[in-house]
C-alpha cells in the first residue's frame, strides 16, 4: 500500500518550459488536490478533484492545469513555467465519505521545483 | 486578516518540556486538521477533529467550536518530535469544501 506517489522530488526548469507533476494513489479516494508550499505562507490548493472526469480551480490555478481520467492519477501541469512557480508541490488524497476517524487526508512526499 | 492563525510560530524547548501549540480560525468549519512536516519536507496527517479531543500516543489535540480555537499539545516532548505543525480547517466556500491552512509552527525540542 503505497499511499500517495508524487513523482518527481526534484525539477529544475528553464522558464517557458512545461512539465507534468504526476500524482497517484491507490487507497480509492474520491477527493484529490494540489497545493503549493511558499515559505512564510500556508499550503494553497492550486486544483482539485472530487471524482475522476471533475476538476475545479482552488485558489491560485493561473499556469497550471489539471485532469482526472482515473480515480487513481491526478497530474498537474505547467504549462509555461515561470519563476514565480518555483514552490514545492503537495498532491494530497482523501476520503470524505466518510472522513476517516484520524486521518483525513494523505499527502505525497512533496516536488521541489524551481524555475531558472 | 487569515482565516487560520497559528501560534507561536516558532517555539524551542528542552526535551521532556511539555508544549502547546495553538490554532485560531475565523471560518464556520466541519472539521480541523493537524499535520507535521518533518525537514525532509513530507507531510503527515495527525489528526482531524471536529469536537473534543484526541490523543494519540504523546499527541493530544483539542477543539473549542464556540470559541473557535484548537490545541495541540505534546507531553514529554523528545528532540524527534522537531518539526513543523500545520493546523487546517476544513470549510465551505460557495458550497465547495475548501482546506485552509496555518503557516505552521516551527517546533524544536532540544536534547
Known amino acids: 500500500n503505497a499511499g500517495v506517489t508524487q513523482t518527481p522530488k526534484f525539477q529544475v526548469l528553464k522558464t517557458g518550459q512545461s512539465m507534468t507533476l504526476q500524482c497517484a494513489q491507490d487507497?480509492?479516494?474520491?477527493?484529490m488536490s494540489w497545493y503549493r508550499q511558499d515559505p512564510g505562507m500556508g499550503l494553497r490548493l492550486i486544483h482539485y478533484?472530487?471524482?475522476?472526469?471533475?476538476?475545479d480551480q482552488g485558489e491560485v490555478p493561473n499556469g497550471y492545469n489539471v485532469s482526472r481520467s482515473t480515480t487513481e492519477d491526478f497530474p498537474l501541469r505547467l504549462l509555461s513555467a515561470a519563476p514565480s512557480q518555483t514552490s514545492v508541490y503537495f498532491c494530497?488524497?482523501?476520503?470524505?465519505?466518510?472522513?476517516?476517524?484520524?486521518?483525513?487526508?494523505?499527502f505525497g512526499s512533496g516536488t521541489r521545483l524551481t524555475v531558472v | 486578516k487569515n482565516e487560520v492563525e497559528q501560534s507561536p510560530q516558532n517555539l524551542t524547548a528542552q526535551e521532556g518540556e511539555f508544549i502547546t501549540i495553538n490554532c485560531s480560525y475565523s471560518v464556520g468549519i466541519s472539521a480541523l486538521h493537524w499535520l507535521q512536516q518533518h525537514p525532509g519536507g513530507g507531510i503527515v496527517s495527525l489528526f482531524m477533529l471536529s469536537s473534543g479531543k484526541k490523543k494519540h500516543g504523546r499527541l493530544i489535540a483539542t477543539i473549542n467550536i464556540q470559541e473557535k480555537h484548537s490545541s495541540l499539545h505534546i507531553t514529554a516532548s523528545h528532540p524527534r518530535d522537531s518539526a513543523v505543525y500545520i493546523c487546517a480547517v476544513r470549510h465551505f466556500n460557495f458550497g465547495n469544501e475548501k482546506l485552509t491552512f496555518g503557516t505552521g509552527t516551527r517546533l524544536t525540542i532540544i536534547p
Open positions: 478533484s472530487v471524482g475522476a472526469g471533475i476538476t
Open positions: 487507497m480509492n479516494h474520491e477527493y
Open positions: 494530497a488524497s482523501g476520503d470524505r465519505q466518510p472522513p476517516l476517524p484520524n486521518y483525513g487526508y494523505t
